[in-house]
Structures are given as structure tokens and as C-alpha cells.
């Protein structure tokens, strides 16, 4: 019965589907404006509407760049309380910026993270509170075409991938699969880590890069868990239960890997993004009293971390003690420094046809 109730939604689609290829068409033929800047303007984005991994690939571009240049995260802040271009400073929180540019805030306090809906006036007023900016990464910017970024990443969930998919919402995509056709980059993520050569190649065929696009695919890789307040590390090894606790777009990724390490693994989803209050808290306290046995464990990811991390006083006061999964990716099939060489030739290219400029 769902499958055909799923089949009413396809006119809708089919609507929406027209919608943003006439927005495109508009942009690629030049009638709506794009804005392009002199510095190395990276994006990350995706067709889908979310659940890509696109917070740890835009976190790889940060550990990559920030020794050598100086970076500056764009965002838009989803679910954020406030609106406008917001820069981060010491006392901003969830609330101020957002959840994602938070992490990044929180985890490479030397760069500079900043929110906007519009990213076409936040850069330049970046660019103006940070003259000295030589690398911009905007977060989740692939539909976002009044600007026109230098590159454009695109990823693509390795189980989910656009080639098999539709326009919301009969599907997940938010715009049609041609879109792919704008990207510089291609990734295919959350790949398992055992990928061999013979699927890598299928893939390849299937998606059909383009002459002059790149193609990677690379994996999650889970660190050490570690204390939402101390950043103590944990041994997993003493618990025999854990609670997952996850408003993110598609957890299962994290499940299957906890269930390696813990004999019982239980999930408590919220919405991606969503904003924890004391009743959430309270709620969390129950569902880890109702688990079996003795040694268990409230587990979460970083992105909830830092929409928990608002709740310190309520969540030491329920007695919960809460462990933080960082994520970070790796590339297959040996391609890591391809990938990095390519972005360094970008930028080191950008960089120098900006001072040919400035000097002409």
C-alpha cells in the first residue's frame, strides 16, 4: 500500500524536478548572475538531501589546508537562533552559528567560522572582517548558484547514490541527477572500507564522470570516544550497553560500527539537527534506566555534541554521562594524495592569477 502511495508523489516531483532545471537553465545560460571571486572559493555539497558526510569531508579540507593557508569556513547556519552573516567568536554557541559550523569552531579554533543565508554578501563581508583570508570552504553550497565557487565537490552516499535516485519527493534528490555535471569533484562516501577494484569501476560507469572530473571514494573512520565535557577518552571495553543518541540524517552507519564493539546497541533518534531541551534530557535518562544489565553508556555524535554541549547543567544533574564518536574519512584505492594535490593546484592556480591580476 506505501509503495503506492509513493507513486502519487511522482507528478510531484516531476513539478519540482522542472522547477530547479528552469533555476538552472537561468544560471547556465547567464539570464541570473553568479557571483565569482578573485580568492580560491571551495564547495561542498551534494544533490541529495543530506546524510552524505558532508560536516567530516569539509573537516579533511580544514586538517589539509590550515597549516598552509589561512581558511574560513562558510555556512549557513542551519537551525541556528539568529539570522544574517554571523562571524564566530569565543562566546558563540549552537544557537549563535549553528550545529555543523559550531563543530567545526569548536575543533580548529584557529580558523575562522563564520554563517550566512546569503552567501553572495557574507564572503565579501568576510573577506573585510578577515582581510587576511586565502581559502574559503563553503559547507553545503551545491544548489547555493549566486555564488560560483572555483571548485565544486559533490558526494554522493555510496548506498544511496544519485545515479539510482528522484527528485523529492518520490525521492531525496534536490535537484536532478544531470546537476552532477557542475562538479569538479565527485566522491562517492561512506564506502566500505573492503571496496575492491571491480566495484570501484562499475561505479565509475555508472556515474560516467565527465572529461576533466574527478572521481574518489572514500570511507568513515571512527576515533577514540571521549567525554562530551572533560574530552576524557573512554574505554569501551567496560560497557555492555549503549544508548545511541542521534538527530542526524542517517545514523546506521554508526550503529553498525558500535555493534563491533558493544554487545547491545540501542537507538534514540531525533530529527537531523534538532535542538535538545530538559525534557529530552529527562527522556534520555529513562531510556538508559530501561536498558538490560548494569555498565551502560549514553553514545552520540559531534554534531549532537554541540547542541548537548548547551545542556551541561541539566545533563550533570540527571547524572548521565555522555560519550562523543569522531568521525573523520579516508580515501580508497591509495588516492588520498591525488585528491590533495589536486586541491593544492587548485588554490596555488587561484592565488596566482589573483596577484597577476592585482599587479596588471
Known sequence: MLRYLKFLLYPFSLLYGLI????NRLYDSKVLTAV????????????????????????????????????????????????????AGARSTANDIGDEPMQFHRKFPDITVCVGEER????????????????????????????????????????????????????YLREGRKGYLRANVIIVSKCPPDLGKEEMDAIRREIAPQPGQQLYFTALQYGQ????????????????????????????PLLRHLQQSFKKVFLLPFADHYYYGPADV??????????????????????DAVRLHLLQQEIEAAGLTIAVMPIEISFLDQAGDSFNNYIFDYIANTLISASAEQNA
Do not use: C
Open 36 to 87: 565569482e571571486f578573485s580568492l580560491p572559493v571551495i564547495a561542498v555539497g551534494n544533490l541529495s538531501m543530506g546524510g552524505t558526510g558532508k560536516s567530516p569531508h569539509v573537516e579533511y579540507l580544514i586538517r589539509l589546508l590550515k597549516d598552509v593557508y589561512r581558511v574560513a569556513t562558510l555556512s549557513r547556519g542551519y537551525q541556528r537562533r539568529t539570522r544574517g552573516y554571523v562571524l
Open 120 to 171: 553572495m554578501l557574507a564572503i565579501p563581508q568576510l573577506v573585510s572582517d578577515v582581510p587576511d583570508t586565502q581559502v574559503i570552504l563553503l559547507d553545503d553550497a551545491f544548489q547555493h548558484r549566486s555564488v560560483k565557487p572555483g571548485l565544486n565537490i559533490l558526494l554522493t552516499d555510496y548506498s544511496r547514490r544519485f545515479t539510482k535516485d528522484h527528485v523529492v519527493p518520490f525521492g
Open 282 to 303: 529527562a527522556k534520555i535518562r529513562k531510556e538508559l534506566d530501561d536498558l538490560p544489565g548494569a555498565r551502560k553508556l549514553v553514545i552520540t555524535t559531534e554534531k
Open 20 to 23: 530547479m532545471w528552469l533555476r
Open 225 to 252: 570516544l571521549y567525554d562530551l565535557f572533560t574530552a576524557e577518552p573512554f574505554d569501551p571495553g567496560q560497557y555492555d550497553a549503549v544508548l545511541v543518541v542521534a538527530g542526524i540524517a542517517r545514523p546506521e
